[in-house]
Structure formats: structure tokens, C-alpha cells
């Protein structure tokens, strides 16, 4: 269910409206030959190259932000960001090809409907002309690219729509059951200040042995750097204005509101004086290319390091020794960057990684001294020397003392997945040694019955979606123009 379901979950409206307020990702983009601009065809669908970019930046950008901005080219590309992008659009032109044959269409109505609904396109809580054509120009996206990608989302959602059906009551009382088993358990719980442990600093030497390509130096550069200045650049209260309200749609709350000008003076002032720095940066870095220029500074750096940008440290790890960056905003300023040498990462010598080592190398040793305990209390577990529970369920969990709320509840989702009588669960640094020794099944509360209809709906709407993708694939072959797309 899971292999095709998530590809529904990216539809082309996450593509195309969640860049609004965010602006086009750029380092996100994939270059590929193509047929005539399109990657495949799904039945009579071309998949277009700069469709296939969209998606595939806006997933990267997705993926970087729940990484904390760690995310990088060679990383997405382990990760399959791409094939999945392309599954995505696979997935929705089979839906496309299903809903022409099937005579499902979006009236123009409806399309300016749900445009004139989005947020980022309003202003005072209605639909501004002039922001939306300012995204578009901004995106350099056309109006009707952009409008029909949206009809094609509305004519994705009004298909699936047709697979919402209620839950029977059989249905909702079989998965009634299986939500209020409760079990009484006999139970201990061990934790590493159980366990008596003193470093060996031999076996210690010897887990780096064993570990040693793990304990690596950082790859770092050496830099000469240019830095051009942006904030003694002048700028007139007319000209913040004009510039807000072209690129207004670009300031925006947490919460993808956006700010009037006051609001967002400080950010606009600050774009505006590096838009206007910019022809200084590129005189400086055509000076400093011909040797007319001093850099400002030279500095060695890790990867990674937070004087720099990550979107800049994903370029200079793709140039080579000698190579200069054309300028880069870095805060507030331009940065022109030569590589003056690069060092490769190397492995550490025991004394240069024997913090990190040792570190490990007690949380491996506890952890595995921890688990061998487990196993023998587990033989000799009884009523006498482990802890009894009440009934417990997912929703009641409070009383598994010495643990706390977030541990009994990580303890219960996995022992309720379990098929053991008894066992041994790990939760965070403890380790939980248990024995059912008594279940029942609860009544019904009527006040949730609504929540359990809700639960079996979900569950059969996954379902049809997944059985209607296995028929389209069978239904809509797919042609690749290129290899790594597809597994």
C-alpha cells in the first residue's frame, strides 16, 4: 500500500502553490537529455523536463527542510528523490489518462476558483491580479502553465474523490476490536545504571580498530575570499516600496501570511541593497579574476562550516582546486571565493579520535551488557520480582512507573505490533523486560465511535487507491526517454 499511496500524496499542487512565498529552488533542479523536452510518456501524457524539475525541487527542498538544510545532490541522489519525483508524475498522468477516458473534467469556474482561494495570491483576504502576475513573472511561469497545472490537480482530486466510501458496520466493529485489547502485564525495567561497567581501554583500541574508516577528518578548503559589502549602499524610502510591492508575495509569516511593508521593511531593505550591490560584485570579482584584486581574506574550512551558506558549500564541492565562484549573497554581503587547495578527509589516529571512540564505544558496551541482563531476567521473571500493571491500552499508559508517558507509549506501540507473549522491547536508553499474563477486550466507548469510522475510511480509501493504480499501470504503459528514473 505504502509504495503507491505516497506517490498521491505529492500532487501537482504541492509542486506548483508551495512555491508561493518561498520562491523557485534552484540548487533543487536536475538536468536530463529529453525527447522534444519530455523525460516519458504515460498512455497519451508526454511528461514534460521542466514538470519533472518542479516536482523534483520542490521534494528536495521538502526533504532538506526536515534535514535541517544537511541535504545534498549526492544524498537526494541515494535517497531517489528523483525517481520518486518522476514516480509522482507517472502516478498522476495515469490518473489523467483514467479521468479523460472516464469523461472527468474541471470547469474554467472551478479553476478560478481555487485559484483566487490561495492564500498567497490574496491580499486584505481577496485575489490581487497584480501579486499573482508578479509571482508568475518573478517563477517566469505563464499564466496558463500555471492554470493548467492547477486544473489537472482539481481533475486528480475529483477521480480520487470517487473512492471515498463509509465504513460497514461489520468493518467498523472488527477494527473496534482490534483498537481495545488491553493487557496485564508483569514487567521490569532495566536501565545502564544496572549494569556495572568499567572502560577497557584495550577493547577500546580495538572497537576504533575494527571502526577506524567511521572516525574521519572533515574535508576542508582553503579559501581566498572577496567579501563586497552591501549595507552602506543607499537606498531611497520610493524605491523600498516599489520593490515590496513587485516581490511582496516573497515576505510571508511562519504561517505563510503575508507581511505589510513596515513588517518587512528590514528584509526588503536588506534585498534591496544587495540587488543594487550586485554590479559591484561582479566588477570586483572580474578584478579579482585577473589578479587586478586582493582577496579580502584567507581562510581553511570544513565542510559545512556556518560562516558559509549551505547552497554555497554545494557549489564549492563541485569545483575543483584554482576554480573562482562568481559572487554569492552570504548575510548581508557578496562573496567571491577562489579554492586555493582542497584537503581530502583522512582517517584519525586512535589519540585524535579516542573521545569520540570512547564515547561509542561505552554506549555500544552498555547497550549490549544491558541486553544480556534483559535476557537472563527475562528467564527468571515472576510476579515476586517484577512490577504488575492494571490493564493498559495505547490511550492508557500512565502507570507503567518507573517509566514516563512518552516511554510507555513508545513501549506499548511495540509491544501491540508484537506477536511475543513475552519479550524484551528497548525503548530510548532503557529496556523493558515483560510478560502478558492476562488480556481482555474493552466495550466500545460510544464517544469514539466516530473517530474509529474515520480510521476505517482512511483504510479503505488507501486501499482502492492502491488496487486503482495496480489497474492503471497495467492499463497506461510507461515509456522512459532515459535511464535513472525508474528502478
Same mark, same amino acid.
Request: no cysteine.
Given at each position: 500500500m505504502q509504495k503507491h499511496n505516497k506517490y498521491l500524496v505529492w500532487t501537482i499542487w504541492v509542486a506548483t502553490v508551495a512555491f508561493i512565498g518561498a520562491g523557485f529552488v534552484g540548487w533543487g533542479s536536475y538536468s536530463f537529455g529529453s525527447k522534444a523536452g519530455n523525460v516519458a510518456k504515460v498512455g497519451s501524457i508526454e511528461i514534460p523536463q521542466t514538470k519533472l524539475n518542479m516536482v523534483y525541487s520542490n521534494i528536495y527542498n521538502q526533504y532538506n527542510q526536515m534535514m535541517q538544510g544537511k541535504l545534498d545532490k549526492k544524498k537526494a541522489k541515494e535517497m531517489g528523490?528523483?525517481?520518486?519525483?518522476?514516480?509522482?508524475?507517472?502516478?498522476?498522468?495515469?490518473?489523467?489518462n483514467f479521468a479523460k477516458d472516464a469523461?472527468?473534467?474541471?470547469?474554467?469556474?472551478?479553476? @478560478?476558483?481555487?485559484?483566487?482561494?490561495?492564500?498567497? /495570491?490574496?491580499?486584505?483576504?481577496? /485575489?490581487?491580479?497584480?501579486?499573482?502576475?508578479?509571482?508568475?513573472?518573478?517563477?517566469?511561469?505563464?499564466?496558463?502553465? /500555471?492554470?493548467?497545472?492547477?486544473?489537472?490537480?482539481?481533475?486528480?482530486?475529483?477521480?480520487?474523490?470517487?473512492?471515498? @466510501?463509509?465504513?460497514?458496520?461489520?468493518e467498523t466493529e472488527a477494527?473496534?476490536?482490534?483498537?481495545?485489547?488491553?493487557?496485564?502485564?508483569?514487567?521490569?525495567?532495566?536501565?545502564?545504571?544496572?549494569?556495572? /561497567?568499567t572502560v577497557d581501554e584495550a577493547k577500546c583500541k580495538a572497537y576504533w580498530k575494527a571502526r577506524k574508516e567511521n572516525y574521519m577528518t572533515k574535508k576542508s578548503y582553503k579559501l581566498s575570499i572577496v567579501w563586497t559589502p552591501s549595507s552602506e549602499t543607499a537606498v531611497t524610502e520610493d524605491a523600498?516600496?516599489?520593490?515590496?510591492?513587485?516581490?511582496?508575495?516573497?515576505?510571508?509569516?511562519?504561517?505563510?501570511?503575508?507581511?505589510?511593508?513596515?513588517?518587512?521593511?528590514?528584509?526588503?531593505?536588506?534585498?534591496?541593497?544587495?540587488?543594487?550591490?550586485?554590479?559591484t560584485a561582479q566588477k570586483n570579482y572580474i578584478a579579482f579574476k585577473k589578479g587586478k584584486l586582493s582577496s579580502t581574506e584567507t581562510v581553511?574550512? &570544513?565542510?559545512?562550516?556556518?560562516?558559509? &551558506?549551505k547552497t554555497l558549500w554545494d557549489e564549492i564541492q563541485q569545483k575543483n582546486k584554482g576554480d573562482i565562484l562568481k559572487p554569492?549573497?552570504?548575510?548581508?554581503?557578496?562573496?567571491?571565493?577562489k579554492i586555493d587547495n582542497i584537503n581530502e578527509p583522512a582517517v584519525m589516529t586512535y589519540k585524535e579520535?579516542?573521545?569520540?571512540?570512547?564515547?561509542?564505544?561505552?554506549?555500544?558496551?552498555?547497550?549490549?551488557?544491558?541486553?544480556?541482563?534483559?535476557?537472563?531476567?527475562?528467564?527468571?521473571?515472576?510476579?515476586?520480582?517484577?512490577?504488575?500493571?492494571?490493564?493498559?491500552?495505547?490511550?492508557?499508559?500512565?502507570?507503567?512507573? &518507573?517509566?514516563?508517558?512518552?516511554?510507555?507509549?513508545?513501549?506499548?506501540?511495540?509491544?501491540?505490533?508484537?506477536?511475543?507473549?513475552?519479550?524484551?522491547?528497548?525503548?530510548?536508553?532503557?529496556?523493558? @523486560?515483560?510478560?502478558?499474563?492476562?488480556q481482555k477486550l474493552l466495550p466500545m466507548d460510544e464517544n469514539k465511535t466516530d473517530a474509529v469510522k474515520q480510521t476505517v475510511n482512511q483504510m479503505k480509501k488507501r486501499t482502492f487507491e492502491t488496487n486503482l493504480i495496480k489497474m492503471l499501470d497495467k492499463k497506461y504503459?510507461?515509456?522512459?526517454?532515459m535511464g535513472g528514473l525508474t528502478n
Open positions: 528523490l528523483i525517481k520518486q519525483a518522476f514516480a509522482t508524475l507517472a502516478t498522476q498522468a495515469k490518473i489523467l469523461g472527468i473534467v474541471v470547469s474554467d469556474k472551478e479553476v @478560478v476558483d481555487a485559484l483566487e482561494a490561495i492564500k498567497g /495570491f490574496q491580499k486584505n483576504g481577496s /485575489f490581487n491580479k497584480e501579486i499573482y502576475q508578479a509571482y508568475l513573472r518573478n517563477q517566469r511561469l505563464k499564466a496558463k502553465a /500555471f492554470e493548467e497545472g492547477l486544473r489537472e490537480e482539481l481533475i486528480i482530486n475529483k477521480t480520487l474523490a470517487l473512492l471515498n @466510501v463509509d465504513a460497514l458496520p461489520l477494527i473496534s476490536a482490534a483498537m481495545n485489547v488491553a493487557d496485564k502485564l508483569a514487567y521490569k525495567v532495566l536501565t545502564p545504571s544496572d549494569v556495572d /561497567f523600498l516600496k516599489a520593490f515590496y510591492e513587485e516581490n511582496s508575495f516573497n515576505y510571508t509569516d511562519a504561517n505563510g501570511k503575508q507581511l505589510s511593508y513596515d513588517e518587512a521593511k528590514k528584509q526588503v531593505t536588506k534585498d534591496l541593497k544587495l540587488k543594487k550591490s550586485k554590479k581553511t574550512l &570544513p565542510v559545512g562550516d556556518l560562516k558559509l &551558506p554569492k549573497i552570504v548575510g548581508d554581503k557578496y562573496a567571491t571565493i579520535a579516542k573521545d569520540e571512540v570512547t564515547k561509542s564505544y561505552i554506549s555500544q558496551a552498555k547497550k549490549e551488557a544491558l541486553l544480556t541482563l534483559a535476557e537472563s531476567t527475562l528467564k527468571s521473571l515472576n510476579d515476586a520480582n517484577a512490577t504488575i500493571s492494571d490493564f493498559v491500552t495505547l490511550e492508557k499508559h500512565d502507570n507503567l512507573k &518507573p517509566l514516563n508517558a512518552q516511554e510507555s507509549l513508545q513501549f506499548l506501540q511495540k509491544l501491540f505490533t508484537s506477536k511475543k507473549e513475552k519479550g524484551i522491547i528497548s525503548v530510548l536508553d532503557k529496556v523493558i @523486560v515483560y510478560n502478558i499474563k492476562e504503459p510507461t515509456e522512459v526517454y
